[in-house]
């Protein structure tokens, strides 16, 4: 569900909400996520800069309230410490499950890393990653440029 775009005249959190409540009794499982980043839309669910944790904890809260519990409610966006994810998930959250992204295209064993030794992501929110839609010919739709950089260099 997307539950805002940053952009005036499109999507509100008023409007997801309102969303939510029709189709629930429909479906089983609602990811609550942004609109797709780009220089108009600011509050995407890929989002540059350095804002960390749950990008979108107030809405899904509100959505939460408006659907019970009778679905999986799932969230991606901004997870990149333990802590991040452990502050979303029931009992302290409203979350069921969560679904970070750019942080295994980083280090695909990073969920690993985290159970080993709670190392937070190194994703750097660049956006790199996103070359490919730039760039189809590249074919390197989802690579992450810092690791390929820092392979390259024999740093990683
Ligand atoms: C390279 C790339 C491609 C993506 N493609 C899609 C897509 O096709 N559909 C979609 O709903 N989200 C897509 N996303 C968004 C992610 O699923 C995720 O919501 C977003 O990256 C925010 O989570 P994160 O901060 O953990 O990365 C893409 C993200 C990246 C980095
Ligand atoms: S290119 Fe790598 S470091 Fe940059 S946002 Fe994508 S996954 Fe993160």
Known sequence: MNVTDGVEDSMTPEMAVAAASAIHPMISI????????????????????KAQGFYYEKEARLIREAVGQDIILTGTGGFRTQEHIEAQLKPQGVLDMVAPGRPFLRNPSWLCDLEDSGAPSK??????????????????????????????????
């Open 123 to 156: 994703c750097i929110n660049c956006n790199g990653c996103f070359r490919w839609f730039a760039a189809p010919e590249t074919s390197a739709r989802g690579t992450c440029i810092v690791r390929e950089k820092l392979r390259a260099l024999g740093k990683e």
């Open 30 to 49: 609602m990811e609550v996520s942004g609109g797709i980043q780009d220089r108009v839309c600011k509050l995407g669910t890929a989002r540059t800069g």
